[in-house]
């Protein structure tokens, strides 16, 4: 029984250790489950941005990722960072998925184009993308330029929408018209994928599709795929915040002043190192940069007057000049229509003012110290009052600093008098009597001091101008119609002061300066012209309308806060509602019952944009551009209808000629003379007219008698 017991407990361990084992063995490939890696970009496509997804698209395939995830939220960008993105995307050999969001995001411009690149396109709700028409990044393009660049883009965009199989001719319209398309537009077009509103229904929305990539075709494992984020790395993260216009542009300036303070002051050493390495940042962030070389040398001009100002008495002007060269200089600086990519007007006016006064006061004030009068020596003395001791006719001594000193005057002096120093001529003074000092030049130094006397006005000067700038922006006066969305240190607020007013206007307002921040919005109706767009109407017909729509906003508030732009929102909203509603409608129903048409617009842009505080208050459709083979159809169909009536009309007519002649045919039956009295009047009537023609009367019985005769026969 022992033994057979030890039997079973030996038989227990080795299944035991057997299954342990197993799960050893098994353990790793339970472990491998799909990685997905996932980036975020924001903002503007620059360099930076390029150089981190392409970094993320090798890291993917050298990782073998299921997928790579790119969320996307900008305004557009560079042209040439979003084709080297492009490249990378297209030649990639594990699939990509550009995932527009979070809502209210867009994938504008160049994200269009980034978009529709992938190997699944994939949008938020809430989000759009499209509005990719190229635009002048250093300078207005003319017509023949504007033209071959719009032709490029639009090749570009035809060849990444027939690789990736979507609709070329509507990837084709965001280039030429400009066109933008909400989620559930692109969605419907086949322009994108899937529609999902977060990450992990994403994935599991594209779970088991194939696509097709540089390697092959390879089918998505992405359901319980464990998300990897990427961050950009140090590099990354310094070529990001070097290439921002703003960034470069102070690198910039910093640069110029640390070289002029290494010239001013050699040896110093730290200011041109730390100039040096700004200005060569600078240099490379201008090269990344679509740059107007016409405002680095406005900059470059400025800051020459700035130093001359310090040199040349010029009383200012060569500062307000210097001020006027910069903001126009840092304007003209970078030349583009993204907002994300201008220097904010924030940043060119203070540091317009910070530059303007360091020269003016800071080095100003050092260099009018060199100038002053030496206090030591022979030059100290010159220009100091003595008291005479023995007469001076011409010679005698004076007393000056508690010394005797020999001293000669042109002008005779009595012990007492006073003296002042004109020149030091070895070991004897050259005085003048204080009477005639007056009219005396006392130095060359007070020369000088006299020439920049103009600057003791200029602080001044300055702190009327401060008080200029704090009163004008803390002091707003709003009209009947305008109301104020005030911002305190980035929370919503109100107005300190609005008398009559509820916070935010009409009328007066008083801020506080620099801490709070007022966006104007006009309370007033707003007719905005909706672009001609292009729409095809639930009977398959291929047309263009425009409109106008009419709105207001009622919340100021909200208008600013929900909402990014609510009028590029509401013009955004008006012109997707327009193509949605129109292909919904029948052609004969948008001729016929514009009525109904303009109703349900108005009521479905309400609907959406009153969460913005916008009310729409009408839609109209103004004009309906059809084809010209749908008018020539129109216009057959019209002929047509008019021969109908025509022919109606004309049988109509016949009909009731016919029962007339009846009606009388049965009158002359009836009366056989009524034939006879016809016959008279035809011939009275033949009578009254000029002509040729003879009539033979014939009796009446006499055709009867023939008529007998055909009888008895």
């Avoid at 269009?112 to 635009?135: D, E, Q, R």
């Avoid at 599991?204 to 089918?219: F, L």
Wanted: hydrophobic share 50%; proline share 5%.
């Amino acid at each position: 029984m022992r033994s057979s017991a030890h039997l079973a407990c030996a038989r227990l361990a080795g299944l035991l250790l057997a299954l342990f084992a197993l799960c050893l063995a098994i353990s790793p490939t339970l472990a491998a489950s799909p990685q997905v890696n996932v980036i975020r970009v924001d903002g503007v496509i620059s360099p930076g941005s390029a150089d981190y997804i392409v970094t993320a698209i090798k890291q993917a395939e050298k990782d073998k990722v299921a997928a790579l995830v790119i969320e996307l939220n900008t305004p557009g960008g560079l042209d040439t960072s979003m084709r080297s993105i492009i490249m990378e995307m297209l030649a990639a050999e594990r699939p990509i998925v550009v995932y527009v969001a979070p809502s209210g995001a867009r994938a504008a411009s160049a994200g269009a184009f980034i978009t529709l690149a992938a190997h699944i396109a994939a949008m938020a709700p809430g989000t759009n993308m499209g509005a990719a028409s190229p635009v002048a990044m250093g300078g207005q393009m003319d017509k023949t330029m504007e033209r071959k660049v719009t032709n490029d883009a639009a090749a570009y965009i035809r060849t990444i929408a027939e690789k990736r199989g979507r609709p070329i001719d509507l990837a084709e319209q965001w280039v030429r018209k400009a066109t933008s398309t909400t989620e559930t537009e692109a969605l419907k077009s086949k322009l994108i994928d899937v529609v999902s509103p977060s990450l992990p229904d994403l994935l599991k929305s594209i779970d088991g599709r194939v696509v097709t990539t540089a390697a092959g075709k390879v089918k998505l494992e992405t359901k319980d795929a464990v998300i990897n984020r990427g961050e950009m790395n140090l590099r990354e993260k310094i070529l990001k915040i070097v290439t921002d216009p703003t960034i470069a542009y102070l690198l910039l300036i910093l640069g110029l002043a640390g070289l002029y303070f290494e010239f001013s002051t050699p040896g110093a050493v730290l200011p041109g190192v730390l100039g040096g390495i700004c200005l060569i940042l600078a240099l490379y962030a201008f090269q990344q940069l679509p740059i107007n070389y016409a405002g680095v040398l406005l900059i470059l001009l400025a800051i020459i007057m700035f130093i001359a100002e310090i040199k040349v008495v010029s009383h200012g002007v060569l500062t307000l000049g210097g001020v006027a060269a910069m903001i126009m200089g840092s304007m003209m600086l970078i030349d583009t229509s993204l907002p994300d990519m201008r220097i904010p007007l924030g940043a060119i006016f203070l540091t317009a003012g910070a530059t303007a006064a360091f020269f003016f006061f800071i080095v100003g004030a050092g260099v009018r110290a060199l100038h002053q009068k030496t206090a030591t020596g022979q030059e100290g003395l010159v220009g100091e009052v003595g008291v005479v001791r023995s007469r001076l006719a011409p010679r005698g001594q004076i007393f000056l600093h508690g010394e005797l000193w020999n001293a000669e005057s042109e002008a005779p002096a009595e012990p007492g008098d006073s003296v002042r120093v004109a020149r030091v001529e070895g070991l004897t003074l050259q005085v003048v009597p204080v009477q005639r000092a007056a009219l005396w030049p006392r130095c060359a130094g007070e020369v000088r001091m006299n020439n920049v006397l103009p600057f003791a006005f200029v602080p001044m000067l300055f702190l009327i101008v401060l008080f200029l700038y704090v009163f004008s922006s803390s002091v707003k006066v709003l009209r009947e119609y305008e109301r104020a969305v005030v911002f305190r240190l980035g929370r919503l607020s109100k107005a300190l002061l609005n008398p009559g007013g509820s916070g935010n206007g009409p009328g007066l307002l008083l801020l506080i300066p620099i801490i709070d921040k007022m966006v104007k919005v006009s309370m007033r109706t707003i007719t905005m012209d909706v672009p001609s767009q292009d729409a095809i109407t639930k009977d398959n017909v291929s047309l263009k309308v425009n409109a106008v729509i009419y709105f207001r906003v009622m919340d100021p508030e909200r208008a600013v806060v929900a909402v990014e732009d609510y009028l590029f929102a509401t013009s955004q909203m008006a012109q997707t509602t327009l193509r949605s509603v129109l292909g919904q409608s029948e052609l004969d129903e948008l001729l016929s019952e514009r009525d109904k048409i303009n109703k349900k617009l108005q009521l479905i842009i309400d609907e959406h944009t009153e969460p913005w505080g916008i009310k729409v208050s009408a839609v109209e459709v103004k004009f309906i551009d059809l084809p010209q083979e749908m008018q020539r159809a129109m216009a057959r169909q019209a002929e047509a209808e008019r021969e109908k009536r025509a022919k109606i009309i004309h049988a109509e007519g016949e009909l009731q000629a016919s029962e007339k002649l009846a009606q009388a045919a049965k009158i002359i039956a009836s009366e056989p003379v009524t034939i006879q009295l016809r016959y008279l009047q035809t011939l009275t009537e033949i009578g009254t007219e000029k002509n040729s023609t003879i009539i033979f009367p014939l009796p009446i019985d006499f055709l009867q008698a023939f008529s007998g005769l055909k009888k008895s026969a």
